[in-house]
């Protein structure tokens, strides 16, 4: 049971460099799951995120969300002992990045400290035209044998963090795999 002055649960934002993560987290402080992304407005510019940001959810509760810049993969698993949930985004319109995506993913797994930690996999851009579809990403990543492998539950879904769609859904997520503490 969580005292008074605890700090929330922390939810680990990772993925390949230049996958959306920064605005993903910028759009999501600012929607409400009942509302949907209907005000989002115009994207704001990021830039890559080289260390890390912190970026703090209402879902009532205060959940924390630390995403991790693409290029710190080797750091990841210094932050994995305070992770409560994981948020990995793929760039869905970049076929050159799937396979290195799928391996990053596949380490993150088989971490001994995630074994249990729910999993969203965000395929994200699919505001693009190039874009490839869930079904196509599923396949690529072989998704039916990282599931039959995995110690932890994985849920998929497709998002723009620019133009918001999806994201409403992800915070519908995270209030499902963060709200009973355990």
């Known amino acids: ?8 649960p922390t939810c680990l934002l990772l ?4 996958g959306g993560k920064s605005l993903l987290a910028r759009r999501l402080r600012h929607i ?12 704001p510019a990021t ?20 995403e991790l810049g693409g290029c710190m993969g080797p750091i990841w698993p210094s ?15 970049n076929p050159t990045q799937v396979s290195s995506s799928c391996i990053q993913l596949l380490s993150v797994l088989s971490a001994e400290q995630l074994a249990s930690v729910p999993v969203l996999v965000l395929f994200n851009k699919i505001d693009l035209s190039c874009y490839m579809s869930l079904a196509e990403m599923k396949s ?3 998704m039916q044998d990282i599931i039959s492998c995995a110690t932890q539950p994985i849920t998929m879904l497709e ?8 994201l409403a859904n992800v915070l519908q997520w ?9």
């Open 47 to 66: 830039l890559p995120t080289v260390g890390t940001n912190l970026t703090d959810l209402r879902l009532p509760r205060k959940v924390t969300v630390r």
């Open 79 to 93: 932050y994995y002992g305070e992770c409560s949930a994981l948020l990995f985004v793929v760039d869905a319109a």
């Open 174 to 182: 995270l209030r499902a795999a963060l709200g009973d503490p355990r």
């Open 15 to 18: 993925g390949a460099a230049g």
């Open 159 to 166: 998002t723009s963090a620019r133009d918001g769609t999806g």
């Open 1 to 8: 049971m969580a005292g008074a002055g605890r700090p929330g």
């Open 140 to 142: 690529l990543f072989r």
């Open 32 to 43: 409400r799951a009942e509302e949907g992304a209907a005000e989002l407005g115009e994207p």
